[in-house]
């Protein structure tokens, strides 16, 4: 397969990937009206494609494939670092809504069957 049939490829297949890094890159873009949760998690899918595209530039040049492996797996010990940790976050800040909640609206628990305040 030619190069140029390669590349045509590729650049195909990163402009088809735009409904993912297009709302990464608003989330990250929107700062602080965004929960970190979701700023980590789109941070992990622009390093995703980032690291998807230096990698397939790579092997579209005459470099040793040690280098492109090793970008690769840089690439993506980056972006399951950023995903575990929005995922950690995603977990703390519902914690935290639920907290809130509970205060606004506290759970009254009923008494056991057949029981009533009455009785007691």
Same mark, same amino acid.
């Given at each position: 397969?030619?190069?140029?049939?390669?590349?045509?490829?590729?650049?195909?297949?990163?402009?088809?990937?735009?409904?993912?890094?297009? *709302?990464?890159?608003?989330?990250?873009?929107?700062?602080?009206?965004?929960?970190?949760?979701?700023?980590?998690?789109?941070?992990?899918?622009? @390093?995703?494609?980032?690291?998807? @595209?230096?990698?397939?530039?790579?092997?579209?040049? *005459?470099?040793? *494939?040690?280098?492109?492996?090793?970008?690769?797996?840089?690439?993506? @010990?980056?972006?399951?670092?950023?995903?575990?940790?929005?995922?950690?976050?995603?977990?703390?800040?519902?914690?935290?809504?639920? #907290?809130?909640?509970?205060?606004?609206?506290?759970?009254?628990?009923?008494? *056991?069957?057949? @029981?009533?305040? #009455?009785?007691?």
């Amino acid at each position: 397969m030619s190069h140029g049939v390669l590349a045509v490829g590729v650049v195909a297949f990163f402009a088809s990937g735009n409904v993912w890094y297009l *709302p990464a890159y608003v989330d990250l873009r929107a700062g602080r009206d965004r929960p970190r949760s979701r700023r980590l998690a789109a941070a992990a899918v622009l @390093t995703g494609w980032g690291s998807a @595209t230096l990698t397939l530039l790579l092997l579209l040049t *005459p470099v040793a *494939p040690a280098t492109v492996a090793l970008v690769a797996v840089a690439g993506t @010990t980056a972006v399951v670092s950023l995903a575990v940790q929005a995922w950690l976050r995603r977990g703390q800040e519902r914690r935290e809504v639920e #907290d809130c909640w509970s205060a606004l609206f506290p759970v009254r628990t009923a008494g *056991p069957v057949g @029981t009533s305040e #009455d009785e007691q």
